[in-house]
C-alpha cells in the first residue's frame, strides 16, 4: 500500500537529479545539517531513529566522505547543530537536542570535523539554519561565512530533507534572488546524502500526538520542493572537469 502510493506520487512528481560537477576554480561550501546523534543515532533520544535505517547511515557514510573530500582541499565547510533551550518547545516534536547533551553533537563519524580549521560549527535553535545563523546584533554568521569565503555554490546534505534542510535552501535561496548573498549562485542538494524519519500511519495513529511521516515520501517531497525553489538536485556530485 505504501510502496503503491510512493510509486504513484513519484510518478504525478517526478523528480530529475542530475551529474554535478564541481568546478575546482570556483569555491564551493559544504553545509551539513543537522547530522547529530539526536536524529541520526540509534536511540540517542526521542527523534532519534529506534532502530538501524538505510537512509540515514547513507546520509553519515556520504557526508563523511564528503567532508574529507572538502578538507582535504581546505574548502569551506559549515556545520549545523540543532541545540535547544530546555524551556523553549519546537512544537509539534517532543524534546530534542537540548543544548549541552549529547543529542545536539555531531554523530561519532564526523566529530573529527571540529578540529580543522576550516570548519564553521553553528548550533541553531530553530528548524532554519539560514535564521538561525542570525545573531542579536541583525549580522548573520551563514551569510558572512559565504561572502568571507567567496563562496559561489554550496553543497547541502543533512537532515531532514524536508524540514531542517528545506527549511535552509528555501531562505537561502530567497535571499540569495533578493541580492543579499553574493557571490552565491548555486544551491545544491545531493539526496543519497539527505535522510528524514520514519513514522508510518499505522504508528501514527496509535501514538499522541505524532503525524504520520512516511520516509521515502517525506524524503522525495523535501527534494522536489527544494527543486520547486531553485536548487539544483544531484544523485552524484564530482570535483573537476567534465569530461
Ligand atoms: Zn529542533
Redesign the pocket.
Known sequence: MVSQTIDLLKNELPLEQELVVLPEDVVTGLVLV?IIN?FCTVGAGN?APREPNRQISGTISESVRLARLFCDKKLPVMAFL???HPDKP?DP?PP??IQGTDESNLVPALQWIQNETNVTIRR????DGYLGSMEADGSNVFADWVKNNHIEAILVVGVCTDI?VLDFVCSTLSVRNRGFLAPLKDVILYSRACATFDVPLHIATNTKGALPHPQELMHHIGLYMAKERGAKIANEVLFGALK
Do not use: F, P, R
Open positions: 543537522d539526536g527523534l540543532d541545540s535547544h519546537e516534536y530534542h537536542c541553531k535553535d530553530c528548524y531542517c
